[in-house]
């Protein structure tokens, strides 16, 4: 298996653009995260899916954040409309098991910048 | 919010040192996980000690959990140039569903 696979691996935007992540989750993992990772606030827990189902999306900045699982094997987080403040490197991880019970797998990552 | 916070935030050893990095956490957990970034990449897996283990080896690597205290350590012994990198502890506790991650420890081996 290639692992979790994000994209795009960079992202320069313009403020006010909208700008869309992607995430293709490990083959039959059924949970989902995303993370976002900024200096000054470190790790922090945006959404979490469980069987494409969003079980805890308390860490979702604004209504300007969105994110969701069609299917199984494809998850989007989207910003619109993007601000500078949301520059940050933005992770996708998937785990074989239900919320945290199990270890997570993390993609590499999108760095977003918005100007 | 954090759950956990490492100390200390940086570690600056020599090869073949051991360092030891500790986490501290706030509420009751399921379990504990550590994991490590190297610069510009995504973060991996190194160890998982559930709340009723007190400790777990793997490799190089030795994690301590005291549930009485809220704290968990992390040991690499032998050090090496390629362990330099930073380490996160992750909690998985009793309400929410999701890993929470510390603000983690800065770990520079010299060679």
């Known amino acids: 298996d290639a692992g979790v696979i994000q994209s795009p691996r960079h992202e320069v935007t313009e403020m006010g653009q909208e700008v869309t992540l992607r995430c293709k989750p490990i083959?039959?993992?059924?949970?989902l995260f995303w993370y976002r990772q900024t200096m000054m606030r470190g790790l922090e827990l945006l959404i979490y899916?469980?069987?494409?189902?969003?079980?805890?999306d308390s860490g979702m900045p604004e209504d300007r954040f969105s994110a969701k699982m069609p299917n199984a094997s494809f998850s989007t987080l989207k910003i619109q409309p993007s601000e500078p403040r949301d520059s940050a490197v933005y992770f996708c991880?998937?785990?074989?098991?239900?919320?945290?019970?199990?270890?997570?797998?993390f993609g590499q990552g999108t760095r977003l910048t918005v100007v | 919010s954090q759950q956990g916070e490492e100390d200390p935030q940086a570690l600056s050893i020599q090869e073949g040192e051991n360092a030891t990095m500790n986490c501290s956490y706030k509420?009751?957990?399921?379990?504990l996980q550590w994991y490590r970034q190297n610069s510009g990449r995504g973060l991996v897996h190194l160890i998982l000690?559930?709340?009723?283990?007190r400790e777990k080896h793997s490799g190089r690597l030795r994690v301590t959990l005291d549930t009485s205290k809220k704290s968990s350590s992390l040991l690499i012994t032998a050090s090496r140039a390629a362990d330099t990198a930073s380490y996160f502890c992750?909690?998985?506790?009793?309400?929410?569903?999701?890993?929470?991650f510390g603000s983690g420890t800065r770990l520079q081996v010299q060679p």
């Open positions: 991880a998937s785990s074989p098991e239900g919320g945290a019970r199990a270890e997570a797998f």
């Open positions: 899916f469980n069987n494409n189902v969003p079980i805890d």
């Open positions: 083959s039959g993992h059924n949970s």
């Open positions: 000690i559930r709340s009723n283990e």
């Open positions: 509420t009751s957990i399921n379990n």
């Open positions: 992750a909690t998985s506790d009793t309400g929410r569903r999701a890993l929470t």
